[in-house]
């Protein structure tokens, strides 16, 4: 039981880590079992459903519902900010789950969002770190790496996978 404790405990304190090696796994396990579906289309999907939509859903419930710990971990103090913030993760996350099986219009949304809100983070992190020498975990952890790399992933895969002009 102490192991699954352990798991547990790791997977809520760096919860966006856990969600983008869940889909790095079940993109491999999906290459494996690949059937009519191109490498692009599989890893927007997870990457997209869980390193952008579990991932900011997470982030919007701990803002909403714990701000303080939340306000601690990123090495803020806590704002009334937290709740307009949590909005606005949910809001993205909702985005990353939807676009997992969703049109090429909505994938651009989703796109967009997440880049200006992750790539936003990003920039604000930086700022933290350069300004207050703001290294606590949520300010200049994983992340701050996700927030960088995500987008990236998922601009690569909208670009590969735009339909063809007629």
């Given at each position: 039981?102490?192991?699954?404790?352990?798991?547990?405990?790791?997977?809520?304190?760096?919860?966006?880590?856990?969600?983008?090696?869940?889909?790095?796994?079940?993109?491999?396990?999906?290459?494996?079992?690949?059937?009519?579906?191109?490498?692009?289309?599989?890893?927007?999907?997870?990457?997209?459903?869980?390193?952008?939509?579990?991932?900011?859903?997470?982030?919007?419930?701990?803002?909403?519902?714990?701000?303080?710990t939340s306000a601690s971990l990123?090495?803020?103090?806590?704002?009334?900010f937290q709740l307009e913030v949590?909005?606005?993760?949910?809001?993205?996350?909702?985005?990353?789950v939807f676009s997992f099986n969703?049109?090429?219009?909505?994938?651009?949304?989703?796109?967009?969002?997440?880049?200006?809100?992750?790539?936003?983070?990003?920039?604000?992190?930086?700022?933290?770190?350069?300004?207050?020498?703001?290294?606590?975990?949520?300010?200049?952890?994983?992340?701050?790496?996700?927030?960088?790399?995500?987008?990236?992933?998922?601009?690569?895969?909208?670009?590969?996978?735009?339909?063809?002009?007629?």
């Amino acid at each position: 039981m102490d192991i699954f404790n352990d798991v547990l405990a790791w997977i809520l304190s760096d919860f966006a880590l856990a969600m983008m090696l869940l889909s790095v796994l079940l993109i491999l396990f999906h290459l494996v079992l690949r059937r009519n579906i191109s490498f692009y289309e599989i890893v927007y999907r997870w990457v997209a459903l869980f390193a952008l939509g579990f991932s900011s859903l997470y982030a919007g419930v701990m803002h909403v519902l714990f701000p303080v710990t939340s306000a601690s971990l990123i090495g803020w103090a806590n704002s009334p900010f937290q709740l307009e913030v949590g909005v606005a993760d949910i809001a993205l996350g909702l985005l990353g789950v939807f676009s997992f099986n969703a049109s090429h219009g909505f994938r651009l949304a989703a796109v967009i969002a997440a880049t200006v809100m992750f790539w936003g983070d990003a920039a604000g992190h930086i700022n933290q770190m350069i300004i207050n020498e703001n290294f606590a975990p949520g300010n200049a952890g994983t992340w701050f790496w996700l927030d960088i790399i995500v987008p990236l992933i998922l601009i690569l895969c909208f670009i590969k996978l735009r339909p063809a002009r007629v």
